[in-house]
């Protein structure tokens, strides 16, 4: 997805102000911006490399920055789908 591409959240899933490692329970918890509920839909704000620009992110899956409920927030890539399929 890129950005500017409507999407759905797949699953119910936490949200964060910016990426967070696997490993940083810490960060986790700073960064926790609430839950996203599944069927909800939002708008791409990142193009798909972003999230490597953070720091001391570590390894981790894909990040997202999405518009959900006018909050500006991040979350896995794997979590969230186009919300329109083009064949």
Not at 6 to 28: M, S, W
Not at 65 to 84: D, E, F, M, S, Y
Request: with cysteine; charged share 15%; proline share 6%.
């Amino acid at each position: 997805m890129v950005k500017g591409s409507l999407a759905c959240i797949l699953r119910d899933t936490a949200v964060y102000t910016r990426p967070v490692g696997v490993t940083d329970q810490v960060g986790a918890v700073r960064h926790h911006a609430g839950f996203a509920r599944q069927d909800e839909h939002c708008l791409i704000l990142s193009d798909p490399w972003d999230w490597e620009a953070t720091p001391d992110i570590g390894v981790s899956n894909p990040w997202s920055q999405i518009l959900l409920g006018g909050q500006v927030v991040w979350v896995k890539n794997h979590c969230i789908a186009p919300l329109v399929h083009v064949a």
